[in-house]
């Protein structure tokens, strides 16, 4: 009874208020026009500068939850980290360890773009087992990190997503200056490892192939880590090259010649994000890849930049991504010469980078 004579006090409460709105001659206050730099509140009915923004939690302050699983059908143990990223959804990233407490050299292993959720780890964690088995054998621990799908040129047409102070309802969420991007979270997944208590901060290394060695880039422009591996690296936006002026054949683009890539690509927008690099890189090309002239002129941009620890190294093979070595299609295992040598290559390199002292 108490709450319908509340519900009907309200509904009186209501009629009336549209009554006396009804009567309000008066004229509304117009909404101040706020510059370029400025964001109206809704509350003070002012504006103020967009450098007021909310504070990023860092990474290691951002709770994540673990949940044990098995690579089938072998029943080796991983774990499933489920990552808080810059704008508080969850990414999910498969985590192997060596025995013992560490802590150790982690390596985070990625490949194109993000697509079908923890499910695309198990896959993958089954088809990179041996890599990964002897990987860890080595003292390493090894992810293989998932992220939300690529926005294509989304990179080159905002500033990196900011938090903004809550306008609207006047609370405590956090609000985003734009969308947040995959390169966000693959820095989130980066930091996260670092955080790790099994894991030694300075010594994470990263490898990934195609969108994923793009990713790379991308994020060394922001932050830095141990050492990464781009295995032909699709690095394209980052390099801001105007593809609508690049050749292509049954509509896949043609840029295999470094000097056609080097003109039709923003070399001041792409210098100004490798300046900011510190991360040393190994760069695997392939010599009939289609971006291989894209692969290239990273590296010899880095390297006119002055990033130090640079290393270019080219092969011969049919297969893209060839770096990483995956079990076939029917389970077999049975990578041929030239994957096994691009192993030792890359292992060397992070052996050396993140001071891997652990029997081999």
């Given at each position: 009874?108490?709450?319908?004579t509340?519900?009907?006090?309200?509904?009186?409460?209501?009629?009336?208020?549209?009554?006396?709105?009804?009567?309000d001659?008066?004229?509304k206050?117009?909404?101040?026009?706020?510059?370029?730099?400025?964001?109206?509140?809704?509350?003070?009915?002012?504006c103020?500068?967009?450098?007021?923004?909310?504070?990023?939690?860092?990474?290691?302050?951002?709770?994540?939850?673990?949940?044990?699983?098995?690579i089938?059908?072998?029943?080796?143990?991983?774990?499933?980290?489920?990552?808080?990223?810059?704008?508080?959804?969850?990414?999910?990233?498969?985590?192997?360890k060596?025995?013992g407490?560490g802590?150790?050299?982690a390596?985070?292993?990625?490949?194109?773009?993000?697509v079908?959720?923890?499910?695309?780890i198990?896959?993958?964690l089954?088809?990179?087992e041996?890599?990964?088995?002897?990987?860890?054998k080595?003292?390493y621990?090894?992810?293989?990190?998932?992220?939300r799908?690529?926005?294509?040129?989304?990179?080159?047409?905002?500033?990196?997503?900011?938090?903004?102070?809550?306008?609207?309802?006047?609370?405590?969420?956090?609000?985003?200056?734009?969308?947040?991007?995959?390169?966000?979270?693959?820095i989130?997944?980066?930091?996260?490892?670092?955080?790790?208590?099994?894991v030694?901060?300075?010594?994470v290394?990263?490898?990934?192939?195609?969108?994923?060695?793009?990713?790379?880039?991308?994020?060394?422009s922001q932050?830095?880590?141990?050492?990464?591996?781009?295995?032909?690296g699709?690095?394209y936006e980052?390099?801001?090259?105007?593809t609508?002026?690049a050749p292509?054949?049954?509509?896949?683009?043609?840029?295999?010649?470094?000097?056609?890539?080097?003109?039709?690509?923003?070399?001041?927008?792409?210098m100004?994000?490798?300046?900011?690099?510190?991360?040393?890189?190994?760069?695997l090309?392939r010599?009939?890849?289609?971006?291989?002239?894209?692969?290239r002129?990273?590296?010899?941009?880095?390297?006119?930049?002055?990033?130090?620890?640079q290393?270019?190294?080219?092969?011969?093979?049919?297969t893209?991504?060839?770096?990483l070595?995956?079990?076939?299609?029917?389970?077999?295992?049975?990578?041929?010469?030239?994957?096994?040598?691009?192993?030792?290559?890359?292992?060397?390199?992070?052996?050396?980078?993140?001071?891997?002292t652990?029997?081999?």
């Open positions: 009874m108490a709450r319908m509340t519900s009907l006090a309200l509904i009186a409460l209501a009629c009336a208020g549209t009554a006396l709105g009804a009567q001659t008066a004229p206050t117009s909404r101040p026009k706020c510059a370029a730099n400025e964001t109206f509140d809704v509350h003070t009915g002012s103020h500068s967009d450098s007021h923004t909310a504070e990023l939690k860092s990474q290691k302050d951002r709770p994540y939850l673990i949940v044990p699983r098995k089938s059908p072998s029943g080796t143990p991983y774990e499933l980290h489920l990552v808080e990223t810059r704008d508080e959804i969850y990414v999910p990233v498969g985590v192997r060596p025995a407490k802590p150790f050299p390596v985070l292993v990625g490949s194109g773009n993000g079908g959720g923890f499910t695309r198990e896959t993958a089954y088809r990179l041996p890599m990964m088995d002897e990987m860890v080595r003292g621990v090894v992810a293989f990190a998932n992220y799908n690529e926005i294509p040129e989304a990179y080159n047409s905002a500033s990196r997503a900011k938090n903004l102070e809550d306008t609207i309802s006047g609370g405590a969420r956090v609000l985003k200056s734009t969308a947040t991007l995959d390169s966000d979270d693959y989130s997944l980066i930091e996260h490892l670092q955080n790790l208590p099994f030694r901060h300075d010594d290394g990263t490898i990934g192939v195609s969108h994923s060695g793009e990713l790379q880039a991308k994020a060394a932050v830095t880590w141990g050492g990464g591996v781009l295995i032909e699709a690095s980052f390099l801001a090259v105007d609508s002026k292509r054949k049954d509509g896949v683009m043609q840029l295999q010649d470094p000097d056609l890539v080097k003109k039709i690509a923003n070399k001041q927008k792409a100004e994000r490798i300046h900011r690099m510190k991360t040393p890189f190994l760069h090309g010599d009939r890849d289609h971006l291989q002239g894209v692969f002129t990273l590296y010899d941009w880095m390297t006119e930049a002055g990033v130090k620890d290393t270019w190294i080219s092969a011969d093979h049919d893209h991504g060839y770096g070595l995956y079990r076939q299609e029917d389970g077999s295992y049975a990578p041929d010469a030239m994957q096994k040598k691009s192993f030792d290559e890359w292992m060397s390199f992070f052996d050396k980078h993140l001071h891997n652990a029997q081999r």
